[in-house]
Nanobody
């Protein structure tokens, strides 16, 4: 069982930056047992993959639309995952969710993830 809590969302002008954090609480496994991912969902759209990071933090995978602007990271000692978002665009406006994956192998598919946070709103104005 993993509980996830996102923070750091807010409103920013285009070109600005935000840093999202995800605090994890685990009961039976260590945080590093999980791949951590970030997804986002805009109104009227499907949930979209943003980025993921391996349990050890040594492999990262990002969507093409954000790979040169967003950086995913994790701190296993603190049980946290983060998403640094730079050069934000209005089209980045969405609710951002962090998620934990234990056994799945396809990191960019939401259905592979076992646990989800409640989400945090990011709004980028032009």
């Amino acid at each position: 069982q993993v509980q996830l809590l996102e923070s750091g969302g807010g409103s920013v002008q285009a070109g600005g930056s935000l840093r999202l954090s995800c605090a994890a609480s685990t009961r039976t496994r260590t945080f590093s047992d999980y791949v951590m991912g970030w997804f986002r969902q805009a109104p009227g759209k499907e949930r979209e993959f943003v980025a993921a990071i391996s349990g050890a933090g040594d492999y990262k995978y990002s969507a093409a639309s954000v790979e040169d602007r967003f950086t995913i990271s994790r701190d296993n000692a603190e049980n946290t995952a983060s998403l640094q978002m730079n050069s934000l665009k209005p089209e980045d406006t969405a609710v951002y969710y962090c998620a934990a994956l234990r056994y799945g192998t396809i990191w960019n598919v939401a259905a592979e993830y076992d646990y989800w946070g409640q989400g945090t709103q990011v709004t980028v104005s032009s």
